[in-house]
């Protein structure tokens, strides 16, 4: 449980500061392969101001989902807070979940919750 949450701590921190190729590697190996961290700042282009990691949810052993209160601002935009999901797959290759494998979050799992 502590790689899970040590895996999301990171991916929302790099997100926070913005640093997209940092974030890139914490993601599953799967999205990995013909995505670049240029496009998942395309599609991850909020400004988070703060977060806060909550409950993680055992999907399966290879599974966990985990929620995230998210204050968010936009230029014009007053701030808003938002709960998210992050859904985190253990990989040994893309496609391969196994239990020997690494944690890594699907960004595209975040993006339901804040848009």
């Known amino acids: 449980m502590e790689d899970i949450k040590e895996t999301i701590e990171k991916f929302m921190s790099a997100w ?5 190729k940092e974030l890139h590697q914490l993601c599953t190996k799967t999205y ?10 395309a599609i991850l282009n909020q400004n988070i101001t703060s977060f806060k990691v909550g409950k993680a949810e055992k999907s399966t052993d ?6 995230i209160s998210v204050r968010t ?13 992050a859904r985190l797959v253990k ?3 893309p496609f391969r979940p196994s239990e020997t494998g690494e944690w890594g979050v ?5 993006l339901k919750g804040i848009n």
């Open 16 to 20: 926070k500061n913005g640093e997209y």
């Open 32 to 41: 990995k392969v013909g995505n670049t961290s240029k496009q998942l700042e």
């Open 62 to 67: 290879v599974v966990y989902d985990v929620e």
């Open 73 to 85: 601002k936009g230029m014009r935009k007053k701030a808003k807070s938002k709960t998210i999901t």
């Open 91 to 93: 990989e040994s290759k």
């Open 106 to 110: 699907n960004p595209i799992s975040v």
